[in-house]
């Protein structure tokens, strides 16, 4: 018994010492980190502290729903009321000025990486919040009856005591407010869309908070059940007549082009992108990623002549992918096709043991089929927790089945099924669940999309491509990133219409119409970030910069690289560089990783 309480007591005093200890010892270039920062650094608390505050005043400051079946009550997350959005922005600072306070230098790699991808996300945070003050400032003017619901949320929060008289007679004052506002509202001949999507948010918001107000004090105070329902009903019924009508004076601000395609969107500027660039770590023009990506496109042109020639066809590859899309499988067995090339990708890999693969991650993935509605924005299928297959169901019309079943035949697949399950997508759920789970919000597509686009660039290259038209269809997944970084880019510049995207998938990568479209109407109406398809090629090949730097050159295996990379979770590739090579860093870095070379 006391040597057991000994025991503890000598963990007790030393244990602290021993973990700050192990803080200020640097990690080698390639070299495995300590078990505990597999999980922590020195100011994963702080990010985790702050997650949790943001969600505490985002939870207390929207409205609740109430929940007939549980003690714990819905909570409606929409646009932030400007109290809410005040308190925010203090949070934010305040965190900001925690981290100024914090001792930079005295801390390990892994706390430094995390010092700066904190203080990345509260500063986009504060860019939010003020482009949605600002929005909300713009048609303010249109919601003055806004400030009474406010208020009256604001006293059921802490359950004050209400004069039902007195709230019937403010909701009837409400009213009239609301019925002048909304005719100043009907004057205008139109307004910017994005702000008018803003009003019918903030009028949702505002139906919602009315209603939890009315949820909370109606049937249990017997004078605001008394007085209250009848003038309740006519306002919220006037809320909600007024949200469905302020969309129709909404006019797209949108500098696109005017084509035939049916296609809207909103290119975003080249001051936007640099900006998102910036933001994303990737310390390019615009410009100069359409010029990589055209060079990356140079290449799998001459890998495709090569394959074209190898199948008969000469340097009429068009015909070498014809003879591709038309060996798709018979009706009802491509789930079937989906686990045999899964198994070949995963048997390839465990072959030249390239990544620890957890049994259970084997055991556990998932596969469902995609509806017919999801694969007109999505022609292709897609990945993560499971498998979700894009194929032809009985309800479609013949033209789209075969079309479906040429641009999901077993060449393309093979192509991208590790892609979007082992080693891609479900082993990144997988892992980033289980490691630095805290860094969630750091994630982005850069990391994502480019560790599983960058298994298609490595696969490749060790000879996962055994024949020709193994190789044609990996190429054309490989011509296709290249193409969503020149068409993204050159739409968002407002150098080209959506039909000029549509018609560059057709020529330049082969794609069926069907699926350009599709493929166009995802990227510019499908609620997707403007970099979010330039993320996959370029994600990839910042992820086999870093291989090259720290495998081809002996400091570090290929399994162990893989494995580290999975523990660090979706972060920046720029900052997962700066852990694994013990980068020197400042409190005040910005992007300057110059991964790609132009030669």
Known sequence: MFASLFKNFIIFIFLPWLILLSYRVKAQPGQKPSALYEQASEVSGKVIQYGLDINAVKDFYSPYSVNLHGEDQYVLHGLNSPEQRKRLVEIDHDYLKQLEMSDFEGISIYGQVDYLLLKKRINNDLYDLEKEDKQYLAVSKYLTFANDIYALEQQRRHGAFTDGEKVALQLTATLKQLKNDSVQYSKLPYIDMALAKTMQQALLGLKSRLA?????????DPMFSWWVPKPYQVLINSIAAYSNMVLSKGKLA????PDSSGIKGVPIGRQELMRQLQAEMIPYTPDELIVLANKEFAWCNKEMLKASREMGFGDDWKKALEKVKNSYV???????????LYNDAVGFIKSRDLITIPPL??????MVMMSPERQLVNPFFTGGKEISISYPTNTMQM???LMSMRGNNPYFSRGTVQHELIPGHN???????????????????FAGEGWALYWELLLYDKGFAKTPEERVGMLFWRMHRCARIIFSLNYHLGNWA????IDFLINRVGHEKANAEGEVRRSFEGGYSPLYQVAYLLGGLQIMALKTELVDSGKMSYKSFHDAVMKENLIPVEMLRATLTNQHLSRDFTTSWKFYNFN
């Not at 018979?330 to 045999?340: A, D, N, R, T, W």
């Not at 082993?427 to 597509?445: V, W």
């Open 212 to 220: 939890g107000v009315y949820d909370f004090y109606n049937g249990y």
């Open 254 to 257: 949108t500098t696109q082009k």
């Open 330 to 340: 018979p009706v009802g067995h491509q789930p079937e096709l989906i686990l045999k």
């Open 361 to 366: 991650a084997e055991e556990t993935w998932g």
């Open 399 to 401: 033209q789209d089945k």
């Open 427 to 445: 082993l990144q759920y997988f892992m980033n669940s289980r490691y630095k789970a805290y860094r969630q919000d750091f994630a982005t597509p």
């Open 498 to 501: 959506p039909q000029q995207c």
